[in-house]
């Protein structure tokens, strides 16, 4: 970390860049949140850690409108997002000076409290540079310690691998932590019955509080003006209302980034409900994969989006019966 | 017809090009071939006019089943809004698959303005399987668990 922000120091100074795209540090250990800095003195609040999940790319927007170039800190999954943008006209690519970070996976509070740790005072372990599998949790009831990976987001576990798509330069070391495969949840979801389906998504949207954070952390979901905020429809963005908007918020969204989603799991990270919101994005990720060719977005800047395209032999709707 | 004197009567949605479908359907009435009355069908201008959301409304207010119709492909008015609305429906269909309204109650079928026997072919086999499925989940209470 320290690398880091001796670097964006630098970069400060000599004016490469008018202000640094980071994290600083929140209340508690395990908080931090998106930051500016603008002068080198305070960057003394930076940190790069564990938790530093936010990705820092849809903050490009905005920043690509001020007066300079914006440094951003963008784990290796952040970058895909930042390609999206690019390619979305949303960001500006000559304002942005990309450095990529190192990322040895991050972590979840919500699988540690499930762990049943409370009381948190500080957590060691959590540094970019430590080398510790173990979590050592100082907790007001005394010490515990949780392995790093039993407390890793769950998008850490499928994770598209460490390598950044679009940097300026690399500062820290990566490590690998996938031990899963991204579809196989929905490829169990897909072989219940319609009404094991139903009463599955019931359950877990009936919890949703319609509170708007899955969209608005989502890259994807950079429309200036969004369906959700019109007030020409009957979407008044509360969980009792019920519209069409409404009842339908999760597929139409789902829908909207199909194709442009590119599975940074920032939507479940934030969903104060847990709702593995992953699940709609992933349906439709896997579906293009086997209908129309594998298709990461956000891997380069130019490919065709695969519902803005199409061939002439593409399969007919009724294969979604055929494939069983 | 064997389904006729069943008591449930389904609410199917049919969306049907202006160009083919919509003039398919037609001469289907022209030739005084029959299909079911519980067929309700929206003409719109292009089968790629069908937001993918005017599904997910019928299946919100309650329909068994919905069922869209163009131009076959190669043959769009628009020249290539079928095969985008193609896409967009596979998709669809397999995600409303996904979330419990089973892809029986989706379809997709290519019926020119000369194909009256088609169309009418088509609705009939789509109100039997909408029958043979029964009433559908009640997509609207998908974020209300009583
Ligand atoms: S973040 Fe979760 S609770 Fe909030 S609107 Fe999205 S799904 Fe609902
Ligand atoms: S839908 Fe979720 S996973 Fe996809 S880009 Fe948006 S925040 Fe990321
Ligand atoms: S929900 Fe749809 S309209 Fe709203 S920001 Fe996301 S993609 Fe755009």
Known sequence: MQELINRAKELLDNGTVARVLGWKAGDLPYDPEPAYFETAESLKDFVYNGFCGANLSKY??????????????????????????????????????????????????????????????????????????????????????????????????????????????????????????????????????????????????????????????????????????????????????????????????????????????????VCPQGIPLHLFNRKFIKDIDELYGEYQAGDDTDSKAPLTNYTFDDAEPSIVGKRG | MSIENKSFRPKIVAFCCNWCSYAGADLAGSSRLSYPADVKIIRVPCSCRVNPMFILRAFEKGADGVIMCGCHPGDCHYSTGNYYARRRMTLLFSMLDYIGVENGRTRVEWVSAAEGVKFSDTMNSFVEKIHSLGENVRLGDLRCRN
């Open chain 1, 60 to 269: 490009m927007i905005e920043a690509s409108k001020l007066e300079g170039k914006t440094l951003v800190c963008l784990k290796p999954c952040d970058t895909y997002s930042f390609n999206q943008l690019i390619k979305e006209h949303r960001v500006d690519r000559e304002k942005a000076y990309i450095i990529g970070v190192g990322c040895k996976g991050k972590l979840d509070i919500e699988k540690i409290r499930n762990q049943g740790v409370k009381g948190i005072e500080s957590i060691e372990g959590a540094e970019i540079t430590d080398e510790a599998d173990m979590l050592k949790i100082q907790t007001i009831y005394g010490e515990r310690s949780v392995a790093y990976a039993d407390a890793m987001l769950e998008r850490c576990h499928v994770c598209k691998g460490k390598e950044h798509k679009i940097f300026d330069e690399q500062i820290g070391e990566s490590k690998e932590t996938k031990d899963g495969e991204r579809f196989d949840e929905v490829s169990r979801i897909e072989k219940l019955s319609p009404e094991e389906k139903f009463a599955f998504f019931q359950k877990e949207l009936s919890k949703c509080i319609r509170c708007n954070a899955c969209r608005n952390v989502c890259p994807a979901c950079s429309c200036r003006k969004c369906v959700f905020d019109s007030n020409k429809f009957d979407s008044s963005q509360k969980a009792n209302v019920d519209s069409f908007e409404e009842k339908m918020f999760h597929i139409i969204r789902a829908f909207h980034v199909a194709g442009r989603c590119t599975d940074c799991g920032e939507c479940s990270r």
